[in-house]
Structures are given as C-alpha cells and as structure tokens.
C-alpha cells in the first residue's frame, strides 16, 4: 500500500492536468478574452463596405446619415447582446454549447426557421463573392488609370475594361478554391486583415488631407443631394433607401458572432463577449463615422460610390495605389473566407447523399519539385470552379459596386443580425408573449424588416436603371 499511494497519487495528478487543459465539452480549452474577441470583431467588420459610406452620406445628408450611422450600430450592438446569450442552450454558462450561428438557430428554434436561416446565410455567401469580385475589379483598374494619367497626362484617354479584371480574379480564386478547408487557408485571414486596416486608413487620411488643405471640397447639406440639381426627385428616394442598405453592408458581423464567442474561455462566454461587442463596434462606429464625415466633406454630393476611386486617379497617385493594391489582396483573401464554408456545407451534403461514390473520396496530388503541395479531387475542382465562374459571369453582368453592396446589406440585415437572434432570445428566455419586451422586439424587428425591404428594393432598381446605361461584358471605369 505504501507503494500504491504515491502511484495513484501520481494517476490523479495527472488526471486533474488532463481535465485542466479541456473545456466542459472535453475539447482543448479556449483561450480566447475581450481584447481577442474585440480584435475578431473589428477584422470582421471592416471591410469594402468602408468605401460606400462617403457615398451613402451625400444621398442621406448630414442629418439622416449621421444618425443612420448610430442608428444602425446600436441595433446592431443590442441584437448582437442577444444573439451572445443564445451560445449555450440552458444554462448561460454551463449549458450545452452551439458552436456555430445554424446550431444556435437549430437548438433554439429548428423546423422551418432552422431552413430560412441557412438560405439567408448561404445565399448571402454566394452574394458576398460576386460583390468582392466587383470591388477587386474596380480597385485594379483604378490603379492602372492613376497610372495612365501618371504617365501620360490628365487630358489622356485612360478608361479600362473592368471585365477583364473579373476574369484574372475568377482565374486566381479557381486556384485558391482547390484548398480543401479554411485550416488550409488560415494564412490568408491575417493577410486580409492587415490589407483592410491599411486601405481604410489611406482612405481616412486622404479625406482628411483634402479637407485641411481646402483642396477640391465639395458642397455638402443637410439633407444631402439636392432634387433638381444633383438628382431627380424619384433618384433621390431610391438612392437614399440604397444607402441605408450600404450602412447595412458595413455593419455585418453578427453571422460569425457565434464562432468568435466560440474561442472565448470559460465560463460567462456570454458576459465577455458582450463587453467585446461593446468594444468592438464602438471603435468600428468611431472610424465609420470618421470615413464617412470626412469623405462627404472631401467630395460632397458629388461623392463617388467607392472612395478610392474619386481621388481624382491624379496626385499622390502612389499612395492611391497602394490603397487599391490593399483592397486587392484583401479580397483575394476575404473570396476564400466567406466561400469556404459555403463549399463545405455543400460537399457535406453531398457526401451523406452518396457515401460510397469514389468520386467524391479519391484525391489526386499535386507535386511541385518532388514534394507533395496539395490534392485535387474531381468532384471538388468541377463544382467549385463552376461556383468560381457562376458568380464571376454575374459579376461581368451587373458590375455594380453599390447597387450589389446594398443588396448584400439589405439581404444579411434583417434575417442574420435582427430577426433570428430576436426569435432566439424570445424562445429561451420564454418572453411572454404581449408583455412589454416581447412588443418592443417585435416592433424592433418589424421596423428592420421594413428598412430592409425598401433598402433591397432600392439596390435591385439600381441594378436595373444601371443595366440600360451599360453593355454587359463591356463595363469600364
């Protein structure tokens, strides 16, 4: 026995370090704090949706869009609060964990509203590449013509295909699109993220430039555009409502909350992640209202959709450059991080529909200088590359950077960030059904749910005005 002790002893340490190193759930234990989840959220949430907002200013005007702005972080901030409490079904800090926004949505509601979301989040996937395909077209050709007039003067004839651009970008996410899963593109997240900080700031800075110096300020109002002299009565409606669904855009995050709370340590994941919310879009809102204030002050109702392209293509057409270079490369990244999960809940259907085809099983290796890089399956490089060029070819067709921008926003606002945690909340926390805060969420959900129609609306009647003035395949900037 005096042998056995220390023995068993020794077991039970063990044990005890083993249990210390795994969450409740017996996975590796999460690291995660405030100041990470913080940092996931601002990556998350700036993006190409920056440069529409100088725009999405000059249709609604100081006072509408300023409070658009705010208005839609704070919705924003509250649904996402609600959306923290719904990680774990039961118990808030000892439950069983959703690990992703369609098990929260499966866990909390199911049937046919666990269906609508995966609609809504799947076609706003596939929506969101041909969006970065448009931006990363539009950013290349702006650099090529800063570069023309650079070189060649002002008075040159510098106009550029964008199709074109569609296409090398298609080709280049062919590519990228064989690598199995996000784990095998993990690099590309760090990569996009540097790339958004340095073309927001760029963005931020030449506004602010232009309005200290005095230089090319243009005429700026309340109520923004002026009927009769910027727009016609009926443009100026539409575009204001397009403009709300823009502010949308830029504001999404809420479809990757879930993963993000994911990685926080236990417990109270719900506590943290709503001080991280906080954090987060306080700063997010901070540096919107700054890029957008001063881009609207830089260009006035003249603002152009994407910022980037409406310093002129002139001086200091370097830094421009580097600023659309970033765009680039951010969204080259961004394509594969917002597809990959599309690819895998479709390949994963797939797979449990024929279990046994060889096809969809066998991979073949690709080898670069006797060593094994990476495998190619035909199943896979068939689909996806056909996923590639669907979303490509309406890309070249409806070449629209803010018409598809407030679609995206219009379409991702009030089912992802509104509605469901809403509905999610209401179910487990059992809110009685007429009482005071029932009605307030409803009404809340209703009035976004409005905002979202007439902003949709509005994006696909710009898409439509937009298709009697352009040749489709033949799009230029």
């Known amino acids: 026995m005096e042998i056995e002790i220390p023995v068993n002893a020794a077991r039970r340490d063990a044990e005890a370090e083993r249990d210390e190193a795994l969450d409740d759930d017996g996975l590796p234990r999460r690291t995660g704090t405030v100041w990470t989840a913080s940092a996931h959220i601002i990556t998350a949430v700036i993006g190409s949706g920056v440069l529409s907002l100088a725009w999405a200013m000059a249709q609604l005007g100081w006072a509408a869009g300023s409070v658009a702005l705010v208005l839609f972080s704070v ?71 800063s570069n023309c007039y650079h ?10 295909p964008t199709s074109l651009y569609m296409v090398g970008f298609g080709i280049f996410q062919i590519v990228m699109s064989q690598l199995q899963n996000l784990h095998k593109v993990w690099w590309l997240s760090i990569v996009a993220a540097v790339m958004s900080f340095c073309y927001s700031f760029v963005a931020v800075g030449l506004s602010a430039t232009s309005v200290i110096s005095g230089r090319d300020i243009g005429e700026t109002s309340i109520t923004g555009t002026v009927v ?8 100026k409606i539409w575009k204001s409502f397009q403009a709300l669904g823009n502010i949308a855009f830029a504001y ?101 529909w024929f279990p046994n ?10 080898v670069i200088n006797s ?16 996923f590639v060029i669907t979303s490509t070819t309406l890309a070249i067709v409806m070449p629209f ?8 926003g219009a379409l991702g606002f009030w089912p992802l960030t509104v ?50 003035h352009v040749t489709p395949f033949d799009s230029r900037l």
């Not at 060593?371 to 056909?386: E, I, Q, S």
């Not at 950077?401 to 995206?408: Q, R, S």
């Open 75 to 145: 919705i924003t901030l509250y649904t996402s609060s609600l959306l923290a409490d719904c990680y774990r079904t039961g118990d808030p800090c000892y439950g069983t964990r959703n690990y992703t926004y369609m098990a929260a949505v499966k866990s909390n509601l199911g049937g046919t509203k666990l269906w609508l979301c995966g609609l809504s989040q799947y076609v706003n996937l596939f929506g969101v590449s041909i969006g970065y395909t448009i931006t990363a077209s539009l950013s290349t050709a702006a650099v090529v013509k």
């Open 228 to 235: 009769g002299v910027d727009v016609t009565a009926a443009e």
């Open 419 to 468: 509605y469901f945690p809403i509905e999610m909340y209401i179910a487990q926390k059992r809110v009685a059904r007429f009482s005071t805060e029932w009605v307030f969420l409803k009404c809340l959900s209703f009035v976004c749910f409005l905002i979202s129609f007439i902003a949709a609306c509005a994006a696909i009647q710009g898409v439509i005005v937009s298709l009697k």
């Open 357 to 366: 085809s060889k096809i969809l099983k066998h991979e073949f290796p690709i």
């Open 401 to 408: 950077f803010n018409e598809v921008l407030a679609f995206l």
């Open 371 to 386: 060593c094994r890089g990476f495998t190619v399956n035909t199943f896979r490089l068939a689909w996806r590359t056909g």
């Open 252 to 352: 999404s995050f809420t479809l990757v909350l879930i993963e993000i709370q994911d990685t926080l340590r236990f417990p109270a994941e719900n506590k943290v992640m709503k001080r991280a919310a906080v954090v987060g879009v306080t700063v997010t809102t901070t540096f919107y209202i700054l890029c957008g204030c001063l881009g609207y002050l830089a260009f006035g109702n003249q603002a152009p959709g994407n910022m980037l392209t409406g310093f002129g293509f002139y001086e200091p057409f370097w830094l421009i450059d580097i600023a659309n270079i970033c765009i680039v490369v951010h969204l080259l990244g961004a394509y594969q991080l917002f597809s990959q999960p599309l690819f895998a809940v479709i390949e994963l259907r797939i797979a449990q």
């Open 151 to 160: 070189w060649k003067g002002h008075d040159a004839d510098c106009s550029v």
